[in-house]
Structures are given as structure tokens and as C-alpha cells.
């Protein structure tokens, strides 16, 4: 098997967004763009000849192409080993774990996430250090300066690897170990989790539960957790086969694109519990009986309750929100008496505050939700957390949510979307929001005065690296909030997202849709930023 050094021109557009590389299929089907992107991961990486690369992916329409291209790529640069999910399957959470008990010196995820699959939709890649977590900034940055220099890459000639049978083959001088892609990842959730209770739980009839794992990467996950290994009866997962077009569907767990577990939930005899995932696997939605938990107020309960974990038992280090995820967590590290840290959007800005050991829990906005655990944020992982907390206190989802409310007061949320937008018209937007924050602190608009507005910018208190331009955000006196940034893990035009946010400690006001809670602050949103003017939109496309 020879070593071919094939020549190429740079791509000018494989700048990594909030998590990696995301374009269409038609776009990473060009000739050479996969493979430029993938050997410019390889030359921003020193040391790693001989060591052991992870790969896998969610499945999705040219996962295995992918995996292929890169096995063949791996070997050619001099990587020692690499360990792919069978069937070239990993999910996000569960590559993240992989890379860390085999210490390798990194791995390659094919994802775009929630983003439809298919051959007209949407592929992703990203990389991932050693510690399991996605590259930082600095890593991303210099991926990306290598994109736009290449000239050449190089690649195997060499037949396709068997992604379907385990066990280890040879490719060139590279070893190929072809992994089940679930075990590992389930042990580590037994250890975290108190199985036996949860089994109990569930065999005693106590809860009855439906798991949606939307066509996507979870389902094989997820039938090996709750069915095999907690006794749930066959069925309880739905949609369990990863398809390569995600059935034609948004893998999306929210309650826009998860309707068929929500009517489920909401249904005549709903189940006591329900929760989906999305494409690869590290986002979560969570529902009781006719009943939406918000995923910030998810993280501030898992937080408020993680005493009750196993694997949490011992006081928690920190918590670490990012900037746009409510602040009810904040709220539960206060009376803890834990530190909590606000980061920009994506997992990669988590990732030195869980290896220094100052946060435990951390969390998005946007159904995400993990640990120290792994690097990633982790859909499962939050499900188990979930069931444990319902197993110890034997209580609904809902009277949790409700007493968590009582003592902590209920931060209102929601995030509203406005995607495809013309790219020129949201910058604009954006720009014009720039210019106007220097001169809103003070300001009144009806009940609302300005507390600060800004441009969130970010310092890593471990490595001191500065992120800026991170979203704005205006705060008002009596807590509230409202956040703008925009999308960047969209694939066509832009997208904008609006955050926005109030605090209610008064028990006898914490029922309102949240929507109409946040009715006046919706309508702020508009008159400080011209949101309908300048994007032609009435409404958004999306309302979390
Ligand atoms: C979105 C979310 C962000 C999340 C990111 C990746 O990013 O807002 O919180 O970390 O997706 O999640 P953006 O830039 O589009 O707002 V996933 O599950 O798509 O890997
Ligand atoms: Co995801």
C-alpha cells in the first residue's frame, strides 16, 4: 500500500463555527474538501505519529465515506492507531469518553448536530483534543490558517476498511480497531447512577417513561441503557434506528421539532416521564406528564439536587453556565456557596474549567447539559440524572420543577429564532446594536431601566485567552434580560437568536406561559433592535 501525496487548492470558507466545520453535503462532496479540511487538522497538530486517534459520527448520510477518506488520510500522516464506532457510529458524548479511557491523542466526530441529514442537508466535522473536548479556539484558529495554505495531502491507497465487523485490522503501518460503539460509554453511566435504584424504580411500576432518540445516533445508546440495562419495557425507546436522513426530520429535541414525543406527554395517560435527544447525542429535552422543564431551569435542578448522585454525592466543584443560559442556576451556586462562571456559547469554552477542577455541572441554554464526566455536553447522561433524582425523591417532574421554583424563584426563558435571514441584513442588525450599546446604560423604556449593556468578551481564568464579540447583552434593574448574537452553526444565510429573561420570586406569579411573562420584553426586543424592520420577518421561525 503506497502513500500518495496528492496536490490541492485552499478552500476559502473552513473556518470552524461554535462546533466545527458545518456545510452542506454538497459542499463537503467537492473534490478535496473533506480531505484539505482533514489534513489541515493533521498540520496544526504536533506528536502525534504513533499515537491513537478516535473517530466516529452520527451517522448521518457520508458518515461512512467520511470515515473512510479519513482512516485512509490517519494512516498516511503516521498515526499509530485509530479506534472507529462500528458501523463508523459514535455519538458525540460517547467519542468524548472513548478518547479519554484510551488516552488518545484526540479524535475526528462527523456531525452537524440537530442539523437535517441527507444527501440535500447538512454534514459537520470537528476535532477533539485529549481531554475529549472540542479544540479550543487557538486549535480551531489554526486549523483554519492552515485551510487557506494548503497545497497538498496526503492518503492511502488501500481498500475500504470493514466499518461493520469488531476487531483490529492493519491499514498501511496503522492500526484500524473497530470498537462497539455503546459499552464504554454505558459503564460509565453505571458508574455514575444508581442503576439498582432506577431499576427498582421502574420494575416497581413507579414510573413510566417514553425515550425519543429521533432517528439519531442515541437509539442504540439508549435501548442498551433503559432497556437492557434497567429493565424498561421494549418500546420505551422510540425511532431507535439511526437512519442517515434522521427520517427525514429535525433531530432536534425541543418542542417544536420533538412533536411526537410531546404529544405523547401531553397525551390522554401520558407517561410519568419523557426525553429526546438530538443528532449526535449531547443535547436533551425533558418532560414530565404534560409538563416542559426549560433546559436552564434542567441544569439549576440538577445542580440543586446533585447530593442525591452517586457520582455527585461529594460537594460539587462549581457550575458554568454559558452567558445566554438563564440565571436560575446562579441562583442555586449562591446559596451553595459554589463559585459559578459564564462562558460564550459553545462546549469548547467549558472545557478548562471541568480539567482544572472549578466547575462540576455545566450547561446551555440550548438542551445541553453535562459534567466532568466527559468534555462534551451529554443527552443520556442528563435522562439518568433525571431518573435518579425521580427514583430518590419519588415526586413528579413537575413538583420538582414547582419546589425548585419555590425556593429559588423562576427565572422566565425563552429564545426566539429567526433563521435563514439574509446574512448582510442580521450583520447590519447586529452592527447597529453595537453602536447603540455605549449609550443605553441608564436608559428607561416603560418599566424597564438599563443596568448595562455590552459586547460580551470572555477571559479564560485558566489560560487567559480572550474571546470578544461574543453576543449583547442588555440588563435591566429588576434582573431581566435580553441577549442577541448570532448562529454559528447555521449553513445557509444567518441566523439570529434572541434570548430573553425575567425573574419572579413570587410563588403566586410563577404560572405563566412563558411567553406572556415575557410579552413586554419580546416587544422591547424589537424597538431596540428593529428586529421585523430589518429582517423582513414578522415572527420568528423558531420559539424555545
Ligand atoms: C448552538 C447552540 C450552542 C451549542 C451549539 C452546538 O450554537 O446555541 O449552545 O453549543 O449549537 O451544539 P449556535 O452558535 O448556533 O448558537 V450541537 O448539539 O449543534 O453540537
Ligand atoms: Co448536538
Not at 478535496?32 to 479540511?37: A, M, P, V
Not at 448520510?61 to 479506534?83: D, E, P, S, T, W
Not at 464506532?85 to 440537530?114: D, E, M, W, Y
Not at 477542577?357 to 447522561?381: I, M, P, Q, Y
Request: charged letters at 20%; hydrophobic letters at 35%; one cysteine or more.
Amino acid at each position: 500500500m503506497s502513500i500518495k501525496t496528492v496536490s490541492t487548492q485552499p478552500f476559502t470558507d473552513q473556518k470552524p463555527g461554535t462546533s466545527g466545520l458545518r456545510k452542506r453535503v454538497k459542499v463537503f462532496q467537492q473534490p478535496n474538501y473533506l480531505e484539505n479540511f482533514v489534513q489541515s487538522i493533521f498540520n496544526s497538530l504536533e506528536g502525534y505519529q504513533g499515537q491513537t486517534l478516535v473517530v466516529g459520527g452520527d451517522g448521518r448520510y457520508y458518515n461512512r465515506q467520511a470515515i473512510q477518506i479519513i482512516l485512509k488520510m490517519a494512516a498516511a500522516n503516521g498515526f499509530g492507531r485509530v479506534l472507529v464506532g462500528q458501523g463508523g457510529i459514535l455519538s458525540t458524548p460517547a467519542a468524548s469518553c472513548v478518547i479519554r479511557k484510551n488516552k488518545a491523542f484526540g479524535g475526528i466526530i462527523l456531525s452537524a448536530s440537530h442539523n437535517p441529514g441527507g444527501p440535500d442537508n447538512d454534514f459537520g466535522i470537528k476535532y477533539n483534543i485529549s481531554n475529549g473536548g472540542p479544540a479550543p479556539e487557538k486549535v480551531t484558529e489554526a486549523i483554519y490558517s492552515h485551510s487557506k495554505e494548503i497545497t497538498s495531502y496526503q492518503i492511502l491507497a488501500a481498500e475500504d476498511v470493514n466499518l461493520d465487523k469488531l476487531g483490529t485490522s492493519q491499514l498501511g503501518s496503522m492500526q484500524v480497531e473497530v470498537i462497539d460503539s455503546v459499552t464504554d460509554y454505558a459503564d460509565l453511566m453505571a458508574s455514575l447512577f444508581d442503576f439498582d435504584l432506577i431499576r427498582k424504580f421502574i420494575a416497581d411500576g413507579k414510573l413510566r417513561m417514553c425515550i425519543d432518540s429521533m432517528h439519531a445516533v442515541t437509539g442504540p445508546y439508549a435501548i442498551a441503557i433503559f432497556e437492557e440495562r434497567l429493565g424498561a419495557p421494549i418500546g420505551t425507546v422510540q425511532n431507535g434506528t439511526p437512519l442517515e436522513d434522521f427520517g427525514g426530520g429535525h433531530p432536534d429535541p425541543n418542542l417544536v421539532y420533538a412533536h411526537e414525543l410531546v404529544e405523547i406527554l401531553y397525551g390522554e395517560g401520558a407517561p410519568d416521564f419523557g426525553a429526546a435527544s438530538d443528532g449526535d447525542g449531547d443535547r436533551n429535552m425533558i418532560l414530565g406528564r404534560k409538563f416542559f422543564v426549560t433546559p436552564s431551569d434542567s441544569l439549576a435542578i440538577l445542580a440543586a439536587n446533585a447530593k442525591l448522585v452517586p457520582g455527585y454525592g461529594s460537594a460539587l466543584a462549581g457550575v458554568a453556565r454559558s452567558m445566554p443560559t438563564s440565571q436560575a442556576v446562579d441562583k442555586v451556586a449562591a446559596k451553595l456557596g459554589m463559585d459559578c462562571y459564564e462562558t460564550p456559547t459553545g462546549w469548547k469554552f467549558f472545557g478548562n474549567l471541568l480539567d482544572a477542577g472549578k466547575a462540576t455541572l455545566c450547561g446551555e441554554e440550548s438542551f445541553g447539559t453535562g459534567s466532568n464526566h466527559v468534555r462534551e455536553k451529554d443527552g443520556l447522561w442528563a435522562v439518568l440524572f433525571w431518573l435518579n433524582i425521580l427514583a430518590v425523591k419519588q415526586q413528579s417532574v413537575e413538583s420538582i420543577v414547582k419546589e425548585h421554583w419555590q425556593t429559588y424563584g423562576r427565572n422566565y426563558y425563552s429564545r426566539h429564532d429567526y433563521e435563514e435571514v439574509d446574512a448582510e441584513k442580521a450583520n447590519t442588525l447586529m452592527t447597529n446594536l453595537r453602536s447603540l450599546v455605549p449609550t443605553l446604560t441608564g436608559k428607561q423604556f416603560g418599566q424597564y431601566q438599563v443596568a448595562y449593556a455590552d459586547d460580551f468578551s470572555y477571559t479564560d481564568p485558566i489560560d487567559g485567552s480572550v474571546s470578544q464579540k461574543q453576543g449583547i447583552r442588555i440588563g435591566f434593574s429588576d434582573g431581566s434580560r435580553i441577549v442577541f448574537r448570532l448562529s454559528g452553526t447555521g449553513t445557509q444565510g444567518a441566523t439570529l437568536r434572541i434570548y430573553l429573561e425575567s425573574y419572579e420570586p413570587d410563588v403566586a406569579k410563577q404560572n405563566l406561559d412563558p411567553q406572556q411573562a415575557l410579552a413586554n420584553l419580546i416587544t422591547l426586543s424589537d424597538d431596540i433592535a428593529q428586529i421585523r424592520q430589518m429582517t423582513g420577518r414578522e415572527k420568528p421561525t423558531v420559539i424555545t
